[in-house]
């Protein structure tokens, strides 16, 4: 089984603020419209989340969110045996802790997390240059109360789970793939973060470098189309999981939101 866990609907200016909207709203000028979406795996051999969420990051108690999403589908954050990081934006690894008592605790204190270790340093050099006192603090806790796995130095667990670096949207950007039980699907960060960039060509200016994104999308999009791979796009808010079921010259490659949120076999 593979689910969206559904934080909410945003819209997001150049402040890097995450500002709730209806997902039937319109953002306002100049800003973003985005979701957000961690993803859980769950089958007989794995228990897991492709990134994280907002937690302490964003606005209203994301903990909370994360909680009553695993619930729903009978779990506690306990059960989670690995987190696999695309990148390290806080929109999506500020849940790896949330706050109590003044301090940090551990989400998924059972979880080993796997990370680019190059990202890493680059996120924690930049918050110290930048004063980000609060993003260091965070760092720090995470840092030495985690499991941090580098993926550079040890391949992801299990098997079942490959991370590849790609860039793009930022420099040690991580593909993540999942393949066991029969299911099969892609996670690519916010370098397809949405399905609408699926048929479109564009170089973002957010990105670090929007023309290897966009290489990204179009060599991952031919592979998940002729290898059928599910799509998991983690700032889309109407139907996160995406399949594509053929491609035309002229149109592009037709796809099908589940917007359910939850594809595949439940577990075992």
């Known amino acids: 089984m593979i689910a969206a866990l559904y934080e909410g609907t945003y819209e997001v200016g150049m402040d890097g603020k995450f500002v709730p909207i209806?997902?039937?709203?319109?953002?306002?000028?100049?800003?973003?419209?985005?979701?957000?979406?961690?993803?859980?795996i769950q089958n007989g051999k794995l228990t897991a989340m492709i990134d994280a969420g907002l937690g302490p990051f964003g606005?209203?108690?994301?903990?909370?969110?994360?909680?009553?999403?695993?619930?729903?589908?009978?779990?506690?954050?306990?059960?989670?045996?690995?987190?696999?990081?695309?990148?390290?934006?806080?929109?999506?690894i500020g849940g790896l802790l949330h706050e109590r008592f003044g301090t940090y605790e551990l989400t998924f204190p059972n979880a080993a997390i796997w990370l680019s270790g190059k990202d890493w340093k680059l996120?924690?050099?930049?918050?110290?240059?930048?004063?980000?006192?609060?993003?260091?603090?965070?760092?720090?806790y995470l840092e030495t109360h985690g499991d941090l796995r580098f993926v550079e130095d040890t391949p992801p667990e299990p098997e079942i789970i490959s991370m590849?670096?790609?860039?793009?949207?930022?420099?040690?950007?991580q593909a993540i793939f999942y393949d066991g039980d029969?299911?099969?699907?892609?996670?690519l960060g916010d370098v397809l973060g949405r399905?609408?960039?699926?048929?479109?060509?564009?170089?973002?200016?957010?990105?670090?470098?929007?023309?290897?994104?966009?290489?990204?999308?179009?060599?991952?999009?031919?592979?998940?189309?002729?290898?059928?791979?599910l799509i998991l796009t983690y700032h889309s808010y109407n139907g996160a999981i995406v399949a594509l079921q053929g491609?035309?010259?002229?149109?592009?490659?037709?796809?099908?939101?589940?917007?359910?949120g939850v594809a595949g076999k439940s577990a075992q």
Not at 129 to 134: F, N, V
Not at 198 to 223: P, T
């Open 22 to 40: 209806d997902p039937k709203e319109q953002p306002k000028r100049g800003t973003l419209k985005l979701a957000v979406n961690p993803f859980l």
């Open 123 to 140: 996120f924690t050099s930049r918050a110290e240059e930048k004063g980000h006192e609060a993003t260091v603090r965070w760092a720090m």
């Open 195 to 229: 399905p609408v960039a699926i048929n479109r060509k564009f170089a973002a200016k957010y990105d670090n470098d929007g023309r290897k994104s966009q290489q990204n999308r179009d060599h991952y999009l031919r592979k998940a189309l002729e290898e059928d791979y």
């Open 59 to 92: 606005p209203g108690d994301h903990h909370a969110m994360m909680v009553d999403n695993l619930a729903r589908h009978n779990l506690e954050p306990e059960d989670i045996q690995h987190v696999y990081c695309s990148h390290l934006h806080t929109d999506h």
């Open 247 to 260: 491609f035309d010259e002229q149109k592009g490659y037709h796809i099908e939101k589940i917007t359910s």
């Open 182 to 187: 029969g299911e099969k699907a892609m996670m």
């Open 164 to 173: 590849t670096t790609i860039g793009g949207h930022t420099k040690y950007h």
